[in-house]
């Protein structure tokens, strides 16, 4: 189904580029290997989160952006990014944690981004697979990085299928959407999701934003492409976000409470950053993180150490612990983003 989405998104591109003046575009090669090992599954690990999980695996893949331009300016968007990735293919209820557990691979293709981005009098809008309007994902990408933002550990979406608009001002930016409510794949079982945020502070210019976020809907319990639960769960949402840049430290606040898959959640995270040197190539980042959700809790705490080793490739050695699972989690990543 996702698939005839995405046709749908390329034809909405091909309108948008007829009658333009002018068309440039950036496409780049993406490749990334993930190694690690994982106390609580006693074995070495090509994942960083989940074997279900989109991210982060071995994988090779491309980003294209295309900008299309006329008279008056820009005039539209089109982003399409996509990947082969290397996953555990195990069928549902496998049991990750037995030492005598056999596992297979196969290749999973992925759709990232692919959404095309109109501007118009009043804001810009975007359709098909983007950032819902909610929390620090919704501008923060941290798509290629070990360390992960509420909505990738569970609490959301950090990309979904829909629709959505936002609007710059001096003092800070609105946005909204209105997606499907299920993450990486598309169903339809009566599940959506609706957003809004509002934030103070222009980060480029104030070198802070504050976010406040709101979301409601009925949607999906998903894991990468694999849809867990088939009935449609409550969500009802507020969230806080707030990040500052100060010399060369990093804060990143992400806080959600509310109710997640029809359960009492309440989430948060805090991600700490030192960029060791004035060219930003060596970067230390903690990130301790908590969540309750319905009688459960747990916390992580995270440590990540990133290496720029040329122009285009990013070493990052990540260490992780995980309580209820009492899983130590040890992570090599290299990141190829190539130009072409």
């Known amino acids: 189904m996702y698939k005839t989405l995405l046709a749908g998104v390329m034809g909405l591109a091909l309108l948008a580029r007829a009658g333009a003046a002018e068309a440039d575009y950036l496409l780049f090669f993406e490749a990334q290997g993930v190694a690690g090992y994982s106390s609580e599954v006693r074995r070495p690990i090509t994942y960083s989160q989940n074997p279900d999980a989109e991210m982060q695996k071995s994988s090779v893949g491309f980003d294209y952006l295309h900008r299309i331009s006329g008279e008056a300016g820009d005039v539209a968007t089109i982003a399409l990014q996509g990947r082969l990735a290397l996953t555990e293919d ?132 998903t894991m990468g492409y694999r849809l867990r639960d088939p009935e449609p769960r409550l969500m009802r949402l507020a969230g806080v976000d707030l990040t500052v840049l100060r010399d060369n430290l990093e804060h990143r606040f992400d806080l959600y409470a509310g109710r997640w898959l029809d359960q009492d959640t309440l989430a948060m995270s805090y991600r700490f950053g030192i960029n060791l040197d004035q060219e930003g190539r060596f970067k230390i980042e903690a990130q301790p993180s908590y969540w309750k959700f319905g009688e459960e809790y747990d916390y992580e705490a995270a440590l990540c150490f990133s290496s720029l080793l040329t122009a285009d490739l990013t070493l990052r050695l990540g260490y992780s612990y995980g309580h209820n699972k009492d899983d130590h989690r040890f992570l090599l990543q290299l990141y190829y983003y190539l130009p072409i």
Not at 90 to 108: F, I
Not at 126 to 143: E, I, K, M, Q, T
């Open 90 to 221: 195990n069928p549902p209820g496998t049991d990750y944690g037995s030492r005598d557990n056999r596992h297979t691979y196969a290749l999973e293709p992925q759709i990232y981004n692919a959404f095309v981005k109109v501007k118009t009098p009043l804001s810009y809008l975007w359709v098909g697979h983007n950032r819902p309007a909610f929390g620090l994902s919704s501008y923060f990408d941290s798509h290629g990085q070990i360390l992960r933002t509420l909505a990738i550990q569970g609490f959301g979406y950090d990309r979904d299928w829909g629709a959505g608009l936002y609007r710059d001002f001096s003092w800070g930016d609105v946005s909204a959407s209105v997606t499907t409510g299920t993450g990486m794949p598309v169903h339809f079982k009566g599940n959506y999701m609706t957003a809004a945020r509002v934030s103070y502070g222009v980060q480029s210019r104030d070198n802070y934003n504050l976010g406040f976020s709101l979301g409601y809907g009925n949607t999906l319990d």
